[in-house]
C-alpha cells in the first residue's frame, strides 16, 4: 500500500515529466493520474504513473510515466471470454524506455527464471518518436532508463483487472493508505 504523502508527491512528479514530454493536461486528468505500486511497496523501483484519456469497447489512449530505472513487472494481456487479448502500441514521447518481449530471435537479451522456468526476452529500446507493436498474450515488462520516461500507449480495449503477472504478490490496482 502507498501512503497518501508518496502518492501526493509521485503525482507531482508525474505531472512535471509530462511537462517535460510538452504533454499538456486538463486539471481532470491531472486528478484522475494513477499511481500504481503493484501492491510492492517499492515505488522508486516497482510501478508505474498513468493517465488514461480514453477507454471504450474500442480502443484505450494512455500516457505512461516511469521514473528513472523504474519498472513496470512481466505481465501479459490474455484472451476471455470473446475477447482476444489486448493488443498495444508503446509509443517514447520522452526519455529512454527499455521494452522486455517474450519471442524467439536469434540473440536473446534476457532469461528470466520463474519457478525454475525461463522466458527468454528480447530488449527493444525505445527513444522519442520511436513505437512498438505487441500481439494480444505476448508476455513483456518495461523499465525507465536514467532521466525516465513518459510514453504514449494506443490499444484495444484495456482490462487491468485480467491482467496476469508472472509475480504472484503484485496486486494491479492501487491501495492508497
Not at 480495449?157 to 503477472?165: A, G, H, L, R, Y
Amino acid at each position: 500500500m502507498i501512503s497518501k504523502s508518496e502518492y501526493e508527491k509521485a503525482v507531482e512528479r508525474t505531472i512535471s515529466f509530462f511537462g517535460k514530454a510538452q504533454i499538456v493536461l486538463t486539471e481532470e486528468e491531472k486528478d484522475a493520474i494513477e499511481v500504481a505500486d503493484f501492491g510492492l511497496n517499492d515505488l522508486s523501483h516497482t510501478g508505474l504513473e498513468l493517465v488514461t484519456y480514453l477507454n471504450t469497447e474500442r480502443v484505450c489512449a494512455k500516457e505512461l510515466v516511469l521514473f528513472p530505472g523504474q519498472t513496470c513487472p512481466e505481465h501479459r494481456h490474455p484472451a476471455f471470454g470473446s475477447y482476444i487479448g489486448k493488443e498495444e502500441t508503446f509509443r517514447c514521447r520522452w526519455g529512454r524506455v527499455l521494452l522486455y518481449v517474450e519471442g524467439e530471435r536469434t540473440n536473446p537479451i534476457k532469461a528470466k527464471a520463474v519457478d525454475g522456468l525461463y522466458t527468454v526476452f528480447h530488449e527493444i529500446e525505445l527513444l522519442p518518436g520511436e513505437q512498438y507493436t505487441l500481439k494480444p498474450n505476448t508476455k513483456h515488462w518495461f523499465q525507465a532508463g536514467d532521466e525516465g520516461a513518459v510514453v504514449s500507449e494506443f490499444s484495444t480495449p484495456s482490462f487491468d483487472e485480467e491482467d496476469i503477472f508472472t509475480d504472484p504478490r503484485i496486486v494491479r490496482t492501487p491501495k492508497i493508505g
